[in-house]
C-alpha cells in the first residue's frame, strides 16, 4: 500500500497511537520508537497540552554561563543550544567585562504594539483623526479586557494611527500600546485588538481585516553596555581589531547578519532555557536591525579614551516569566528560578546583556585569534632565525614549531638540524 500522510483524526489518537502510525509510515525501528516515547524532564502529558500531535519528546544540552555581573549583581546564566562554543564563550566574554563592573543595562517599559488594519476607506486621513478622537473610549474598551493587568499597572496606555499606502489602496493602522507587565503579551494584546476593532469599524465606516500583535517590539527596548579593559585583550591593538570587525557590520549587511547572528546565539540560548517564543524575539530583532532601511548590527563598539573597548547593544526583548512555556515547562521554571528574576524585565535585561557578551566573544575570536595566530607565525620565524635557519628553512622551521604549539629556541635548533639531514 502506498504510504500517505493524510491520517484522519490522529489529532484524537493517543500519543502511543500516534507513535505507531508514524513508525509504521517511516520504517521506524523498534529501538527508535522505544527512544522516541522515553521521557524526560519534560513528560508526554504536559507535552502533549502544550502542541498539537505529539509523539514523543527531545532534549537538547542545558548548560549554564558563569561569571556574568549585570548591574552589579551575580547572574548564572541557563542556556539551551545545539552549537558547541557558545556557552564557554558567553562564559569567557562575560569574565572579561568584570574588572570594569561588568555589564550594566536598561530597559524600556514592557510595551507591546497591536496593529488594527482598517480597510475600504475613501478618506483614511479623516479616519485616522476619527480614531484619535476616540481614544479614550478605545483605551476603555481595550481594558476592559484585562482588569488584572490593569490591576498591576499595565493595559492600553496609548495608541497612534498611521495611513499607509499598500498594493491595493490606502490603509489606516491603529496601534495600540500596550503595557504587558510580566507576559511577553501576544494573548493579552491580541484579544485587546479583536475587542476594539468592531467600534473602529463602526466611528470611520471601513472594513476591519488583521488584529494582531506586531513582532516589531521596538517600544520593549533593551540596552546594555559594557567596558572591557584593553588588558583584557592583549593591548589596544586587539581593542582596534574588534572595532574593525565590528565596522564591517555596520556598513555590510552580509556581515551584520552574521554579526546579529552571534548576539541571538546567546539570547536564543536563554529564550530557550526559559521557555519563551524566539521566534518572536528573532522577528523583533531583525526587524529593529532593518528599522533604518539598512539592515545594521545590534550592538556598537568603539575605543574610550583609556584605549579600552566599550560595546553597547540595543534591541527588542519580548520575553515573559507568567504564561506560556515559562509556566507549563517545569525546567523552564528552574531555569528562572537559577536566573532569580521576579520581572519580565529583569530577565529582558539579562538577556540584553548575554547578547552583548556572546557577541564581545565571537568579535573577539574572530579578530584576535586570527592575530594571534599571525603573532605566533612570526613569534617563530624570529626564533627561527636567531636559532641559525636561512632560506626557506625559516618558514619551514616556524611552521612545525606553530603546529607543535613548541616556539622554543632549542626545538628550532632541533629542527634545523632534522630538516639539513634529511637534505
Ligand atoms: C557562529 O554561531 C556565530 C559567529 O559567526 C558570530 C559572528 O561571526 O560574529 C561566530
Known amino acids: 500500500m502506498d504510504r500517505t500522510s493524510r491520517i484522519p483524526g490522529f489529532y484524537n489518537l493517543s500519543i502511543e497511537e500516534r507513535r505507531s502510525k508514524i513508525a509504521e509510515f517511516a520504517g521506524l525501528t523498534p529501538e527508535e520508537v522505544e527512544l522516541l516515547s522515553k521521557e524526560g524532564n519534560l513528560n508526554l502529558e504536559i507535552a502533549d497540552r502544550m502542541v498539537e500531535n505529539v509523539i514523543g519528546t527531545m532534549a537538547y544540552p542545558f548548560s549554564v554561563a558563569l561569571n556574568f555581573l549585570i548591574d552589579g549583581k551575580e547572574y548564572v546564566i541557563p542556556m539551551v543550544i545545539e552549537e558547541t562554543s557558545v556557552v564557554a564563550a558567553a562564559s569567557n566574554a562575560a569574565k572579561m567585562t568584570r574588572s570594569k563592573g561588568g555589564i550594566f543595562t536598561e530597559a ?4 507591546m504594539i497591536g496593529q488594527v488594519q482598517l480597510t475600504k476607506i475613501n478618506d483614511p486621513f479623516s ?3 476619527k480614531i484619535l478622537e476616540h481614544k479614550e473610549e478605545i483605551l476603555k474598551l481595550a481594558n476592559d479586557q484585562d482588569p488584572v493587568l490593569v490591576k498591576f499597572g499595565g493595559g492600553a496606555k496609548d495608541l497612534e494611527v498611521r495611513v499607509l499606502e499598500s498594493p491595493i489602496g490606502p490603509m ?10 510580566d507576559a511577553m ?8 485588538c479583536e475587542a476594539v476593532a468592531p467600534f473602529i469599524e463602526k466611528i470611520t465606516g471601513g472594513k476591519v481585516y488583521l488584529r494582531i500583535i506586531s513582532n516589531l517590539a521596538d517600544r520593549r527596548l533593551v540596552r546594555a ?15 582596534d581589531a574588534i572595532v574593525t570587525a565590528w565596522a564591517l557590520a555596520a556598513c555590510d549587511p552580509y556581515r551584520a547578519a552574521t554579526h546579529n547572528k552571534g548576539i ?3 539570547v536564543v540560548a536563554v529564550a530557550l532555557a526559559t521557555g519563551q517564543d524566539h521566534r518572536a524575539i528573532e522577528a523583533g530583532a ?29 534591541m527588542p526583548m519580548a520575553v515573559g516569566i507568567v504564561g506560556g512555556a515559562t509556566k507549563t515547562h517545569p525546567v ?14 529583569e530577565l529582558a535585561r539579562i538577556m540584553g546583556a548575554v547578547g552583548l557578551a556572546q557577541n564581545l566573544a565571537a568579535l573577539r575570536a574572530l579578530a584576535l585569534e586570527g592575530i594571534q595566530a599571525g603573532h605566533m607565525r612570526l613569534h617563530a620565524r624570529n626564533i627561527a632565525i636567531m636559532a641559525g635557519a636561512t632560506g626557506d628553512l625559516i618558514d619551514k622551521v616556524a611552521e612545525q614549531m606553530v603546529k607543535e604549539g613548541k616556539i622554543r629556541f632549542d626545538r628550532a635548533q632541533e629542527l634545523i638540524r632534522e630538516f639539513t639531514e634529511k637534505k
Open 108 to 111: 524600556t517599559d514592557p510595551v
Open 264 to 266: 541571538m546565539n546567546g
Open 225 to 239: 553596555r559594557t567596558t572591557v579593559a584593553k588588558e583584557e585583550l592583549g593591548g589596544e591593538e586587539a581593542v
Open 332 to 345: 523552564a521554571k528552574i531555569a528562572i528560578k537559577i536566573l532569580g528574576v521576579k520581572t519580565a524585565v
Open 172 to 181: 489606516v493602522v491603529t496601534h495600540l500600546l500596550v503595557d504587558v507587565r
Open 127 to 129: 479616519a485616522r483623526m
Open 185 to 192: 503579551g501576544a494573548n493579552a494584546v491580541n484579544t485587546m
Open 286 to 314: 531583525h526587524a529593529y536591525a532593518a528599522r533604518t532601511g539598512r539592515y545594521l548590527p545590534l550592538s556598537v563598539w568603539e575605543k574610550d579614551k583609556n584605549g579600552d573597548l566599550v560595546g553597547t547593544l540595543e
